[in-house]
């Protein structure tokens, strides 16, 4: 069975938020990254103003983290990424 590529494309929130991570930090939003292309409804749908966002909530460290993404059957588009102090505030930007 051949797998399908899934496409990953980040926005410049997300690109910024993934710099500032420590590297052990990075190796657990990888993680999370490649479990949300296996599974793009491993996150929870936003309803409101954030319909068809969804965002994926994962340990790193001690510290819980949201990723928010959107996604179709070819590309996963990582939106934010940060604990949830102000996360929705921004996301909604």
């Not at 990888?30 to 996150?43: E, T």
């Amino acid at each position: 069975m051949a797998s399908k590529q899934v496409q990953v494309t980040q926005s410049s929130a997300f690109a910024r938020g993934y710099k500032k991570l420590h590297p052990k930090q990075k190796q657990d939003v990888d993680a999370a990254v490649d479990v949300i292309v296996a599974d793009p409804l491993a996150g929870e749908p936003k309803r409101g103003d954030l319909a068809g966002v969804y965002v994926y909530k994962f340990k790193s460290q001690t510290q819980l983290l949201l990723l928010a993404y959107e996604f179709d059957p070819k590309t996963r588009h990582l939106l934010l990424l940060g604990s949830h102090e102000n996360f929705y505030r921004e996301l909604k930007r």
